[in-house]
Each structure stands twice: as structure tokens, then as C-alpha cells.
């Protein structure tokens, strides 16, 4: 049994483990374990208020624990500096938030490649082309963030987070702010990108329309 469980952990692409956070003068989470293999989609529900987002952040290493470890593709991430963190989400990590947020006096081009040139990258805005084409915006290219429908945009954030080819994708309530056509979209879009480059995917939502599509799933 302990070597199933050493192996386990070795194969896992994302995992916790007694992972606490405190907000000054606020509310202190302690989260379940978690384990996400290679290529594994992990779909982690709660009610508002449950720490849902706060535990996205520390999977993504945008807040840093005050107890416990998040090791991602062998790196246990609270222990690098906030510039080798900052590189390593860069190459490893897509984000998906819940609220898309884009430079607005930028092009959805240029919010596609700026992940590329902050962690340090060479900028391809031929791969830009690529993901959006891939996600039927190629149209929208050189337009504004502003210019997006609601749904468009989160098929914008899917194609940002994707631009580095992340081995883990985190997407934080997805699906929240979406109709049942729009929503069933997006996640088949995850799905899909993750499929394409054998990405571990992590949902984050209280969204219980989604709670039969996904069998691996942790509950807060």
C-alpha cells in the first residue's frame, strides 16, 4: 500500500497537502488534499463562501499558504521566490478566471501574447492566431476586449491560458455568469484544450449544473 500511495504522488501533476490560508482580520480556510494526474480533470465544488477562489489562488501561487504545500509537476511552489514563481506559472499554470481580465487598450492579440513576454517567453503571435482560429475567433483578432460578447471573451481567456501550452489549467467559476448553451460550450472548450495538450484541469464553482460531467470531483 505505501508504495501505491509514493507512486501516487509521484505520478500526480497537481497536489496538496494540508493546505491552510488566513486573510488578515478575516476568515481562515483549511482545504482537503487534493491529487490531479496528468491529463486528469478535477472539478472542486462548494457554496459561496466555502474558499473556493482563495483555494484557486493558492493552486495558482497568486496567494501564498500559511500552512501546508501546493506541488505542481514535481515543484513545491511556496517555496520559490515571487520572480520564479512569477516564471514558472508563467510556463506551467493557464489561468481561467472568473471575471476575464484584459488590457483594454490592447488588442485580444496582444492580451493573448502578453503571458508569453511577462514570463519571460518569445512572443509568437502566430500561435495567438492559431488558438483563436481553434476557438473560432480568429475574427476578432485585432479588436478590443470590449468589443467581445460575454462568451466570446471567456473563449478569449481559454485561448490566453493556453497560449503556453500549461501542463495544469485552472479555471475559477467558468461558468457562473453563463446561460446552459454558453456554459456547456466553455466547458467543452476546457475539455477540449486540455485533451489537445494533455493539460490536468481544475474547475473551481459552485455551478451544479456541472456536477455530472465531471466523476472526479472534491467537495468544500
Known amino acids: 500500500m505505501a508504495n501505491l500511495r509514493l507512486h501516487f504522488k509521484i505520478s500526480a501533476m497537481l497536489s496538496t497537502q494540508q493546505l491552510r490560508f488566513k486573510y488578515q482580520n478575516g476568515p481562515e480556510f ?61 510556463a506551467h499554470v493557464g489561468i481561467v478566471f472568473q471575471t476575464a481580465h484584459f488590457v483594454e487598450s490592447l488588442s485580444v492579440e496582444d492580451n493573448l ?24 475567433l480568429k475574427d476578432k ?6 468589443q467581445l460578447s460575454v462568451g466570446e471573451q471567456q473563449r478569449a481567456a481559454i485561448a490566453r491560458a493556453m497560449m503556453n501550452n500549461p501542463e495544469v489549467i485552472l479555471a475559477d467559476e467558468p461558468t457562473s455568469a453563463l446561460d446552459d448553451k454558453n456554459a456547456n460550450e466553455v466547458i467543452a472548450l476546457l475539455e477540449e484544450q486540455a485533451r489537445t495538450t494533455g493539460a490536468s484541469l481544475v474547475i473551481v464553482t459552485h455551478d451544479k449544473r456541472l456536477k455530472d460531467r465531471f466523476p472526479k470531483q472534491v467537495q468544500l
Not at 496567494?63 to 505542481?72: A, D
Not at 483578432?141 to 470590449?146: E, F, I, L, S, V
Open 141 to 146: 483578432t485585432r479588436q478590443k476586449p470590449t
Open 30 to 90: 483549511s482545504f482537503p488534499d487534493i491529487q490531479c494526474g496528468k491529463g486528469e480533470h478535477l472539478l472542486i465544488i462548494g457554496e459561496s463562501g466555502k474558499g473556493k477562489t482563495t483555494l484557486l489562488h493558492l493552486l495558482a501561487g497568486m496567494l501564498k499558504p500559511v500552512g501546508g504545500s501546493v506541488t505542481i509537476a514535481g515543484q513545491q511552489t511556496s517555496s520559490l521566490s515571487d520572480s520564479k514563481l512569477d516564471k514558472f506559472r508563467g
Open 113 to 136: 501574447v502578453l503571458p508569453q513576454f511577462l514570463s519571460g517567453k518569445k512572443v509568437t503571435k502566430d500561435k495567438a492566431v492559431e488558438v483563436l482560429t481553434r476557438l473560432n
